[in-house]
C-alpha cells in the first residue's frame, strides 16, 4: 500500500481542498469528521477517540494531518479547560499514538 493522506478535521474549506488534491493526483485519503456528518468520512472527536480505532489499518507510511480544532478566539477564552483539551490535549494523543504505531513499525527511526 502507498502512503495515504489522513486528514483530521477534513470538513471545513481547508480539509476539503487537500481532500480533492489527493483525489486529483489519485492519491488515497481517507477524512474524518466530528460535528459536520459527511457520508464518505469517518467520525472522530479527537479528544475522546482513538486514532487507530477510527482508521484500523493506520500504518507508518499513512501522513496524518490535524486540521481539527475551534478558531473561535472568544470559545477559547470563554472555554479555557474546554480549548486545551482540544487545542493541546488531543493533538499530543494523536501524536502518541503515531508515534507509537511509528515505534512498533519495522522502521529504525520516527519522522513526522
Same mark, same amino acid.
Do not use: C
Given at each position: 500500500?502507498?502512503?495515504?493522506?489522513?486528514?483530521?478535521?477534513?470538513?471545513? @474549506?481547508?480539509?476539503?481542498? %487537500?481532500?480533492?488534491?489527493?483525489?486529483?493526483? *489519485?492519491?488515497?485519503?481517507?477524512?474524518?469528521? !466530528? @460535528?459536520?456528518?459527511?457520508?464518505?468520512?469517518?467520525?472522530?472527536?479527537?479528544?475522546?477517540?482513538?486514532?487507530?480505532?477510527?482508521?484500523?489499518? %493506520?500504518?507508518?507510511?499513512?501522513?496524518?494531518?490535524?486540521?481539527?480544532?475551534? *478558531?473561535?478566539?472568544?470559545?477559547?477564552?470563554?472555554?479555557?479547560?474546554?480549548?486545551?483539551?482540544? !487545542?493541546?490535549?488531543?493533538? %499530543?494523543?494523536?501524536?502518541?499514538?503515531?508515534?507509537?504505531?511509528?515505534?512498533?513499525?519495522?522502521?529504525?527511526?520516527?519522522?513526522?
Amino acid at each position: 500500500m502507498g502512503r495515504r493522506i489522513v486528514v483530521l478535521g477534513a470538513t471545513g @474549506q481547508v480539509g476539503r481542498a %487537500l481532500l480533492a488534491a489527493a483525489a486529483a493526483e *489519485n492519491r488515497a485519503s481517507i477524512g474524518t469528521y !466530528h @460535528q459536520r456528518p459527511r457520508p464518505e468520512m469517518r467520525a472522530y472527536d479527537a479528544t475522546k477517540d482513538d486514532l487507530g480505532g477510527v482508521v484500523e489499518d %493506520l500504518n507508518p507510511r499513512d501522513a496524518v494531518v490535524l486540521l481539527a480544532g475551534n *478558531n473561535d478566539a472568544s470559545w477559547g477564552f470563554e472555554n479555557p479547560e474546554a480549548a486545551r483539551t482540544l !487545542h493541546v490535549e488531543a493533538p %499530543l494523543a494523536a501524536a502518541a499514538d503515531r508515534k507509537s504505531t511509528r515505534l512498533n513499525s519495522s522502521h529504525g527511526y520516527i519522522s513526522y
